[in-house]
């Protein structure tokens, strides 16, 4: 039980730090940063939008089912779809949190690599899409955005609200699933278990993305795994397949991006992804220096013998672990809470916070809905109001990019 709990929270130990600077940032994006200022440079289809989707992706602290909802409403506000895929292929693969993260515990020159990454794929995902897929509605217009004129001590409580409940309530599970597996590989494997695959470096790939592309990997919960199996020799590249590929993609966003955006799309997605993930694994592995991703090793391998824990690391952890139980305490108590409806709509999709806020939002805007709960658990929206029109309430989720479930 000792080499099980040691390697975990040397793990804990690394990442909370940046992890809480991470989520401060985030929130302060999410709250002084209008969506508008988004939206209006997104809505040509040039290389322009593109460019601007896959800047404005990269810091943003959204997970692969988070972005689901987001790209979609950009694309109804008028993003053409070049833009909107090179917005879904940046975003879940990093964020402020995520580079900070992976800069402490795999090293600055994979935080410098994957956000650089995750650029250089969105651009090429974006142009190509915009040069074979037409965009299904041309006369969509902007939206225009609420004015918001709270003020700043307002902004500032939503901002860490957000980033220090909303998002550990999102992303929270995923960070604890990733320091459990990884601290497991840490443990059962041997210590030189990948090497003898290293001989077949293309082929380690390949079955890196096989496994990691259906399943649902927080960009941020990936890093401990990457860094657990680099140290039982995994290479590099395929780190970095592990890391692009997971966190990009799911099957929830693979029905999403087909449904909202096409076929077409969503084979251009994928295929974009698949290349930039081995091209790139196979470059870091064949170009770059192999002692800027050793590093890693020498550093866990020092760390066993280092029994000494700086306070500011110790107390990070301590903070985050007291987030973690609060997030989920409240989240527990709100899906517990009784609500009286008068109509309920089973919801296929939806996987996280940002879900459950869009489709309330949403739903809130039909005439006669008083009022809406979404139950992330069930899958459900409960709706109060009157005369509620049903067919607008199927209509208004399935556009959305989910899924009404007939009961």
């Not at 993003?79 to 995520?98: C, E, H, N, R, Y």
């Not at 084979?267 to 064949?286: K, S, V």
Request: aromatic share 8%; with cysteine; proline share 4%.
């Amino acid at each position: 039980m000792k080499e099980y709990i040691t390697p975990l929270i040397d793990l804990l130990n690394e990442m909370t730090p940046y992890l809480l600077l991470g989520f401060l940032i985030a929130g302060l994006l999410h709250e002084f940063v209008p969506r508008r200022i988004y939206a209006d440079k997104l809505s040509r289809r040039n290389f322009s939008s593109v460019l601007w989707a896959a800047l404005f992706g990269i810091p943003l602290p959204l997970c692969s089912c988070g972005v689901i909802p987001t790209a979609t409403s950009l694309y109804r506000e008028g993003a053409s779809k070049g833009a909107t895929v090179s917005f879904l292929i940046s975003t879940p693969q990093t964020g402020v949190d995520s580079i900070l993260a992976t800069a402490s515990v795999i090293g600055l020159p994979f935080a410098i690599i994957r956000p650089v990454v995750a650029f250089i794929t969105a651009i090429t995902g974006g142009v190509i899409t915009n040069r074979i897929c037409k965009d299904g509605n041309e006369v969509r217009h902007l939206q225009q955005e609420q004015s918001n004129s709270r003020k700043f001590l307002r902004k500032l409580t939503g901002a860490l609200h957000y980033g220090f409940i909303e998002m550990i309530q999102d992303i929270g599970k995923w960070i604890v699933i990733g320091l459990v597996v990884a601290a497991i590989i840490t443990v059962l494997l041997p210590n030189d278990f990948f090497f003898t695959l290293n001989k077949y470096p293309l082929l380690n790939m390949l079955t890196i993305l096989a496994v990691s592309m259906p399943m649902y990997l927080c960009a941020t919960g990936s890093i401990p795994i990457a860094a657990a199996l680099m140290l039982k020799g995994l290479s590099p590249g395929a780190a970095l397949v592990l890391l692009m590929a997971g966190p990009a993609t799911n099957m929830a966003t693979m029905l999403v991006i087909n449904k909202v955006l096409g076929r077409k799309t969503l084979i251009t997605y994928l295929a974009t992804i698949m290349a930039g993930a081995i091209g790139f694994g196979i470059f870091i592995d064949y170009a770059l220096p192999t002692e800027w991703f050793s590093n890693i090793i020498h550093k866990h391998v020092a760390g066993c013998c280092d029994n000494i824990t700086p306070w500011w690391q110790t107390t990070s952890s301590i903070i985050f672990v007291i987030l973690l139980i609060n997030g989920f305490v409240l989240k527990f108590r709100k899906d517990k809470k009784t609500v009286t409806t008068q109509q309920n709509f089973k919801i296929k999709g939806m996987m996280c916070n940002h879900c459950k806020a869009n489709v309330e939002k949403a739903l809130s805007s039909i005439e006669g809905v008083r009022s809406v709960h979404v139950d992330l658990t069930e899958g459900t929206a409960y709706l109060e109001g009157e005369r509620i029109d049903k067919e607008k309430v199927i209509h208004t989720i399935n556009q959305m990019g989910y899924e009404y479930v007939k009961e």
